[in-house]
């Protein structure tokens, strides 16, 4: 017969480990949650791991114990609960009553003698009790019916103890292992024990004499005289420390086991709740390692199977009538220039969803061609999540989705910029506590992924079922939640037509030169191969190079040069490192030059070949739209912002990309684009003047900060200056700006001082935004776009200043983040409009490129200057550099 289970947590425990292992998290209005998301973590663990029918979680209180008055110094010493953990032991205890967790704590005892109480209360009445802690006293209780699991590696894995176990490990019983902690006293309880006795001496003597009473009656029988000595002047030391140590089994409480029964909890509260403090990723494991919630596939929207050629007319027409279609399509994913759907499922409303598996027909093509007809009406609304990869779907089949009106993706990351997934199963989770079915559980993963085509048609039906029931329930609640936060002026205007302009650009990707690319590839080779060699005979031995262990052993333990900083494994070998080193000795700066070229050749010329379209010859990058909490668009499999332009050797690599035969390339660049929104969002009288009258702003802060006339500037002074107002735009200390000049840390401050003083209004401004951002938790750009700042509460001086330079630099950052994108979708829609063939096909950073024929060259490099000089008026002018070439290098 199957035991009852009952797992039994030791609270206080529990939720240190989760405190200490886990890095600091804050929800938006800065409550601690890092101790609560790692109980909750482990918790889930353990049920989803052992079942359990019972559960409790036992609490100290904060009275004194037994202990304590028998003992004044017991737990004496110990380091108070720092203020970020104990803030979050009262929303722990929230979580666990909303979870219908039982929770035992009463005066006078400890979380462990409740513990002990229960587990042997249990234990004659043909339970297994598994008791979850992180504190080996425990191991006292363990028996063939009571295992301990001892919390390792922080949270992250289990031991299991029972008697066995811990006889194999410490050579003694459970309870002979009360006399080992008698013996050897404990540290962090303030148990004083034996002094000089340690755990080899202590296991030794209870192996031999059983106990500590045993012992003390026959202390006479030690030879080694010092030894007998400290357990005889010890003795009631001793005997008290082993009284300490002790669980007690047996606390005069009244409890019903049945009151720690694994109960239903109350969904919607529970979902509050994680809300409330974030655990979006969380959700999805509470529901399913809970609750026998009601799946995704029930209630709402009834599925009707399309699979002949009449039936999707009829039900076509019925959407036309509707005017409106949720939709979602999965494809092969082998090529973006040949996917090939598989499946798409529809809706145009909450009560009635239509699947349509093209495998089902022989004509796949004509099922494709009335899905066209939808598609490209006008007059049908279009709502998805994340359209552009619905947009992808069918550009292979000549397919343009018009009337596109809502993308749940992109609302919700408008709405939290900083989350790791916007995934339909996260949104799914967070808002209704469902369990959707993912892409890994549809394909598997790792060896075992399947291609889609190979995916059962039933399960194909029921994922793409889930995603538009899903999207279905969610529009309307983003889209209030949009209104509320003001933020559907940014959503309809920028962030929703850019998924159509980020499409066409992936779509179309860049021409790459292949030959080019192979002989960087051998040149580059070589210069690795010539980099190593000298570095080796500077070093005067062979090493791994890319081993920063080996790499410090040469550099600071045979070539002496003078270590800068360790790390816990070593000598820290990092740039910045290296850098302070590079006049010390000739192979710093050689080990700098290997690790760029060494960087270039891996990512972007091995890389790029690996990703090279056999169609086109084109790569053809991500654009991620909803990865930055500024705004910034990023790109990925290449990451094609992040060519290293300042050195000659990354700027030589821009040769590889070129414009197709008769065609340029267009590069409309931003000039100072972060610097004029200080401008319009300060006011500042000299900054504006700067760019009002079209001074170089760099020249005239040299002149301002240095105390010369314009034309005394040199260009020293020129760098300096730049230095300080990039500087200022990221919230640069002096500190950081001294390390950036190579000057000394009072120079900094003194250009800091002296700029802030000529910019008054800047400093103003820098003052008042950290003022708003402690008021209100977060900052906006000038089109309203959020940035929560929970560092700002923080405690600690270094996450609170990071917190305040980012409130500084979010409002200009971000705002130029929102100009480039609304000049992305200008130039977009003027190209198409005025019925041109060029087309826009990058976006890096504050630079735009098109791809454009010989002949329109004139008119588009006009229209791309406007579109993008005319993207939001600001009380200064936004200015272009236009340049063009045949290849992006050329254009520089």
Same mark, same amino acid.
Not at 255 to 266: I, N, Q, T
Not at 319 to 331: L, Q, R
Not at 540 to 549: A, E, M, R, V
Not at 810 to 818: F, H, L, N, R
């Given at each position: ?16 480990? !989760? ?147 811990v006889f194999e490990d410490f050579e003694v019983t459970p309870l002979q292992f009360i006399d080992l902690k008698g013996l050897m006293g404990d540290k962090s309880d303030n148990i004083p024990g034996i002094p000089g006795v340690g755990e080899k001496t202590a296991i030794k003597l209870i192996k031999e004499f059983g106990s500590i009473e045993n012992l003390v009656k026959n202390s006479h029988q030690i030879f080694a005289d010092k030894l007998r000595e400290k357990i005889q002047d010890n003795v009631q030391q001793a005997i008290l420390s082993k009284r300490l140590a002790t669980i007690v089994t047996n606390v005069p409480v009244e409890m019903s086991v049945e009151s720690l029964r694994v109960e239903e909890f109350d969904k919607n509260k529970i979902l509050e709740i994680f809300k409330k403090y974030e655990f979006n990723s969380l959700i999805n494991r509470v529901m399913a390692t809970f609750s026998e919630s009601e799946s995704v596939e029930e209630n709402k929207l009834s599925l009707e199977v399309i699979k002949e050629m009449n039936a999707l007319q009829e039900i076509l027409k019925l959407i036309k009538e509707k005017k409106k279609i949720i939709f979602k399509s999965i494809t092969t994913e ?93 949104? !799914? ?318 120079? !900094? ?43 700002? !509460? ?99």
């Amino acid at each position: 017969m199957e035991h009852k289970r009952i797992v039994i947590i030791d609270g206080n425990s529990l939720i240190n480990r !989760a405190f200490y292992a886990l890095p600091p998290l804050t929800t938006k209005e800065g409550q601690h949650t890092n101790a609560i998301y790692g109980f909750m973590t482990m918790l889930f663990k353990v049920m989803e791991e052992y079942h359990p029918q019972y559960i409790g979680v036992a609490f100290d209180k904060k009275a004194p114990t037994f202990r304590h008055k028998e003992y004044d110094a017991y737990k004496a010493g110990r380091k108070k609960m720092p203020p970020e953990l104990a803030e979050q032991m009262e929303p722990l205890k929230e979580v666990l009553d909303a979870l219908n967790i039982y929770r035992i704590e009463i005066e006078g005892f400890e979380a462990d003698d409740l513990i002990g109480t229960l587990a042997k209360y249990c234990e004659g009445r043909d339970f297994e009790s598994l008791i979850v802690t992180g504190d080996k006293d425990a191991l006292q209780l363990a028996s063939n019916r009571t295992k301990i699991l001892i919390t390792k590696k922080g949270i992250s894995n289990l031991e299991i103890y029972d008697d066995k176990k811990v006889f194999e490990d410490f050579e003694v019983t459970p309870l002979q292992f009360i006399d080992l902690k008698g013996l050897m006293g404990d540290k962090s309880d303030n148990i004083p024990g034996i002094p000089g006795v340690g755990e080899k001496t202590a296991i030794k003597l209870i192996k031999e004499f059983g106990s500590i009473e045993n012992l003390v009656k026959n202390s006479h029988q030690i030879f080694a005289d010092k030894l007998r000595e400290k357990i005889q002047d010890n003795v009631q030391q001793a005997i008290l420390s082993k009284r300490l140590a002790t669980i007690v089994t047996n606390v005069p409480v009244e409890m019903s086991v049945e009151s720690l029964r694994v109960e239903e909890f109350d969904k919607n509260k529970i979902l509050e709740i994680f809300k409330k403090y974030e655990f979006n990723s969380l959700i999805n494991r509470v529901m399913a390692t809970f609750s026998e919630s009601e799946s995704v596939e029930e209630n709402k929207l009834s599925l009707e199977v399309i699979k002949e050629m009449n039936a999707l007319q009829e039900i076509l027409k019925l959407i036309k009538e509707k005017k409106k279609i949720i939709f979602k399509s999965i494809t092969t994913e082998k090529n973006i220039l040949q996917d090939e759907v598989i499946a798409i499922a529809i809706a145009s409303d909450t009560i009635k969803q239509y699947y349509i598996d093209l495998r089902e027909f022989q004509e796949a093509k004509q099922v494709i061609d009335e899905i066209k007809e939808i598609l490209e009406e006008e007059a049908i609304e279009k709502i998805s999540h994340d359209m552009k990869k619905e947009i992808l779907h069918f550009y292979p089949y000549g397919i343009t989705i018009r009337n596109i009106s809502f993308d749940t993706m992109i609302g919700e990351y408008l709405i939290d910029p900083a989350k790791s997934s916007y995934s339909l199963k996260d949104l !799914a989770a967070q808002y209704f506590g469902e369990n959707l079915m993912d892409e890994e559980e549809l394909r598997g993963k790792g060896k075992s992924k399947i291609e889609v085509n190979q995916v059962s048609a039933e399960k194909l039906q029921t994922y793409l079922y889930q995603q538009v029931r899903a999207v279905a329930q969610l529009v309307e609640t983003i889209k209030a939640r949009l209104e509320e936060l003001q933020l559907t002026k940014l959503y309809y205007e920028v962030e929703l037509p850019l998924t159509e302009v980020l499409a066409s650009m992936e779509f179309k990707g860049i021409k790459v030169d292949k030959h080019m690319l192979e002989n960087f590839k051998i040149e580059f080779k070589d210069k690795i191969d010539g980099l190593t060699e000298e570095i080796y005979k500077l070093a005067g031995d062979t090493f791994n190079i890319n081993s920063p262990k080996q790499l410090g052993e040469i550099l600071f333990d045979k070539l002496q040069l003078p270590p800068i900083k360790k790390t816990k494994t070593g000598y820290s070998t990092n740039v910045e490192v290296l850098e302070k080193l590079y006049d010390q000795h000739e192979i710093i700066p050689k080990i700098l030059d290997y690790r760029q070229v060494t960087k270039i050749k891996t990512t972007y010329i091995d890389g790029l070949l690996n990703i090279i379209n056999p169609i086109t010859e084109r790569i053809h990058s991500n654009f991620n739209q909803t990865v930055t909490t500024t705004g910034r668009i990023s790109s990925t499999e290449p990451n094609l912002q992040n060519i290293p332009i300042k050195l000659e050797i990354g700027r030589q690599l821009r040769k590889v990309f070129r414009a197709d035969e008769n065609n340029k390339f267009i590069d409309a660049d931003y000039s100072q684009i972060e610097l004029r929104v200080l401008a319009h969002i300060s006011e500042d009288k000299n900054l504006l003047e700067s760019f009002l009258n079209d001074q170089d702003v760099h020249t005239r802060t040299a002149s301002e900060i240095f105390d010369v006339p314009i034309e005394e500037v040199t260009s020293a002074m020129r760098s300096s200056a730049k230095a300080v107002n990039f500087g200022i735009v990221y919230g640069i200390s002096d500190f950081g700006l001294a390390e950036n000049l190579n000057i000394s840390r009072y120079q !900094a401050k003194k250009y800091i001082e002296s700029y802030l003083e000529k910019y008054a209004s800047v400093q103003k401004y820098m003052e008042e935004i950290v003022i708003t951002a402690k008021e209100k938790g977060y900052v906006v750009t000038l089109l309203n776009r959020r940035r929560y700042l929970p560092e700002i !509460a923080s405690r600690n001086f270094n996450i609170r200043s990071f917190g305040e330079r980012i409130a500084m630099n979010t409002p200009i950052q971000g705002s130029a983040a929102d100009i480039i994108k609304i000049a992305m979708v200008k130039v977009y829609e003027n190209l198409k409009a005025g019925g041109y063939t060029a087309q826009l096909i990058l976006q890096v950073h504050d630079e735009l490129i098109v791809e454009c024929p010989d002949h329109e060259v004139e008119k588009v490099a006009a229209l791309v200057k406007d579109s993008m000089e005319e993207a939001m008026g600001l009380k200064v002018p936004l200015k272009v550099d236009l340049a063009s070439g045949d290849t992006w290098y050329d254009t520089k």
